[in-house]
């Protein structure tokens, strides 16, 4: 792996280019959002979570729900692994990166070099380059989880429910091989460019299957209904994931909104934050 930084490629657009301008951001969006979020997650394990990708502007009001309960549960986490779509369909159908580190305006993030090669997965640099999905879960990261959390982000152009098990199947080898504890994100987001009432009854469709744990369903639901979720295939991977490696797993809806609550449009992209936890005993 190349001892290099993946230089942003989105800031500017999906979040800001500018240190302070995006913490004054992040800030507002805490300000608006902290005092909604139920605490009492916290006190479960986290596994994941499924967490909406557009413009900070736009989903980082969804979005923050899953960072603000991750730092308060205070869990030992070494790796945040970071599942995204590939929208330009460039590279192999899965695929690692090639940088030792991401940068944003907050600074650097490592990559967990020893949890990727245990990983047996190609790498693709162009599979990441100008990929938004990954990349805007990053200041979020470094802005509410410790310096030392590192991250492995595995791009997905292949979304198909086999390589979405087949992906499952190599994070739980990873983390067996490594004894890393690692939190999964699920990059999607929901239907795009619907009205509001039409996307939340397409997405409906979706969330049941999300919280029933049946990837299959996920897969089937988004296929016959031609629903444009995103990044169906992490979704998936994470689901398989929990199935496995936490047989009591849940999920629940942290918040979910549309682009229309900024921007005012009769055909909005819909977001929704999703926590995958396993109750702890006694709670």
């Not at 993030?109 to 879960?137: C, Q, R, W």
Request: hydrophobic share 35%; proline share 6%; glycine share 6%.
């Amino acid at each position: 792996m190349a001892n290099n930084i993946r230089k942003p490629s989105v800031a500017g657009l999906f979040y800001p280019e500018y240190k302070g301008e995006l913490k004054e951001l992040l800030e507002k969006i805490s300000s608006k959002e902290k005092s909604k979020i139920d605490l009492n997650y916290t006190k479960h394990h986290i596994i994941g979570g499924i967490v909406p990708h557009a413009a900070l502007i736009y989903s980082g009001y969804q979005a923050f729900h899953f960072f603000h309960i991750l730092n308060n549960a205070k869990q030992p986490i070494d790796t945040v692994v970071i599942l995204n779509p590939n929208h330009r369909g460039v590279g192999p159908g899965v695929a690692l990166d090639s940088h030792s580190s991401w940068g944003t305006p907050l600074g650097t993030i490592n990559i967990d070099e020893e949890f990727y090669k245990a990983l047996d997965i190609p790498v693709s640099t162009a599979a990441h380059d100008n990929e938004h999905s990954g990349e805007v879960m990053v200041p979020f990261l470094q802005y509410y989880l410790p310096e030392s959390i590192k991250i492995a982000p595995v791009s997905m152009f292949d979304q198909s429910y086999d390589s979405s098990y087949n992906l499952a199947q190599k994070l739980i080898n990873a983390e067996d091989k490594t004894g890393k504890s690692i939190v999964i994100i699920a990059s999607s987001d929901f239907s795009h460019f619907v009205s509001p009432s039409e996307g939340n009854e397409l997405d409906n469709l979706v969330c049941k299957k999300i919280e029933e744990l049946d990837a299959e369903g996920v897969y089937h639901t988004v296929m016959e209904n031609n629903i444009s979720v995103c990044g169906y295939g992490p979704i998936m991977t994470l689901i398989e994931y929990s199935k496995t490696k936490h047989p009591k797993a849940k999920t629940q809806i942290l918040h979910r909104g549309h682009s229309g609550e900024i921007a005012p449009s009769t055909r909005v992209v819909h977001y929704i934050c999703t926590l995958f936890f396993e109750p702890n005993a006694g709670n």
